[in-house]
Structures are given as C-alpha cells and as structure tokens.
C-alpha cells in the first residue's frame, strides 16, 4: 500500500463548478500535512498547509480527519488557472516528506 | 532573490556516463533534498541533508552520490547513468522552524530533465 494515496483523475470540470480531492495516508504517525499545485512540466509549488482545525485560503478549502487519515481539499468557484494537478504531501516528523502520485484537475470553459 | 537554482535543466547520457546535477539556493536553508519525478509515480526522495557535512538516504538512493560541502550547495552525482534513471529531478531545500523542519513547506528548482539512452 502507498503510504500516500490520490485518486490520479482527471477531474474534468466545467468554470464555476466547486470540486473536491481526497487523499488518504497510511502512517497514523503523520505529523504535518499539505498541499502543492504542479503545472505542467513545472516545479511542486505550495498551495496551502494543512491544519488540524481546517483551514480557508479563499476558495480553497483544508481539512484533516486524524482519526480516518485523509486529507481533503475543496475548490469553490473554479477558475481555467486552477487546471493543474494537486499533490498530496504528507510528513512524519522527520526528515522524509512523502508526496503523493496527484490528481489531475482540468477546468473548461 | 534567486530561490533554488538548478542546472543543467536538459540532458541526454548514454548508459555508463557519469554527471552531476547542480542545486544552490540562497535563502539560507539548513535542509536540501533531491527528488525524481516518474508518471504516476509521485516524487520520490532521493537523498536529504540537514545541514552542511550531513547527509543521508532517502527511499530511492542507489545509484546517486551526494555531498553538502556548504550550506548553499547540493549536488547530486550519477555514478554510471543507466535508462532506469531516466526521469525530472527535482531539488528542494526548507528552512528548521521553532518545530521541526516538518513544518515547513520545501522550495523547488526548476527541475532537470534527464534521458539515459
């Protein structure tokens, strides 16, 4: 089992729309929690951390579920910029940050 | 203000050749690694240093070399190229925060795409 899973998509979503990823991880250890936005043929880039509480960074949405172990992430209003692909990181604690495989998002107008 | 900076950003070797890939940054960071990229795969963690004379293996090392002679500097060596290591190598580095480097968010180069024929 990968210890960090995501639907690989795509998610194929009309401007507008609100769509929603999940990703699960399997180290109930896991300490800190993210998610990255990669264009393509681009670098991983930080879209927002990831915050026991849930956390808002305008039309995106967090939210950790500790006892479940997966993490999701909400798009509301969804823009042609948002097509990317998401990734899901997570980290133990330690020195190894563990990304998952990411979900494709293509946005149509 | 460059962030990370890596070079070559293309290369093609042959099976057997040696190279090393180029990674700096500037903003200070005690923490580098370096990633490959494969389809569908996710990055995966090469090797990792936590400050300048440490280093240590990540969850796909062999085949690569690393040395963090400063805190700047982190190159990753190709020992002897072969078509397995064709793939978008990536370098990271994060800053330690008041807990844990855990916390922070990694900072990313440009990416080198390597092909080994």
């Known amino acids: 089992r990968k210890e960090v899973e995501q639907d690989p998509g795509p998610f194929n979503v009309p401007e507008g729309a609100t769509v929603a990823f999940n990703c699960t991880y399997s180290?109930?250890?896991?300490?800190?929690f993210f998610w990255y936005r990669q264009d393509c043929r681009k670098e991983p880039k930080l879209l927002m951390s990831?915050?026991?509480s849930g956390n808002e960074d305008g039309r995106f949405t967090a939210q950790l579920n500790r006892a479940s172990q997966y993490i999701s992430l909400l798009i509301r209003d969804s823009k042609l910029s948002d097509s990317a692909t998401y990734l899901c990181?997570?980290?133990?604690?330690?020195?190894?940050?563990?990304f998952g495989a990411g979900t494709r998002l293509f946005v149509k107008a | 203000n460059a962030g990370v900076t890596q070079t070559p950003k293309f290369q093609v070797l042959k099976t057997g050749q040696s190279m090393t890939l180029q990674c700096a940054q500037d903003?200070?960071?005690?923490?580098m690694s370096w990633y490959r990229q494969d389809p569908g795969m996710g990055l995966r963690l090469i090797h990792y240093?936590?400050?300048?004379?440490?280093?240590d293996q990540g969850e796909v090392p062999n085949g690569y070399n690393v040395s963090r002679s400063t805190t700047e500097d982190f190159p990753l060596r190709l020992l002897s190229a072969a078509p397995s290591q064709t793939s978008v190598y990536f370098c990271?580095?994060?800053?330690?925060?008041?807990?844990?480097?855990?916390?922070?968010?990694?900072?990313f180069g440009n990416g080198t795409r390597l092909t080994v024929t």
């Open positions: 990271a580095s994060s800053y330690y925060s008041s807990t844990g480097f855990y916390n922070s968010p990694l900072h």
């Open positions: 180290n109930s250890a896991s300490q800190s």
């Open positions: 990831v915050y026991s």
């Open positions: 990181v997570v980290n133990t604690g330690g020195f190894k940050t563990i």
């Open positions: 903003m200070n960071h005690e923490y």
């Open positions: 240093s936590v400050g300048a004379g440490i280093t």
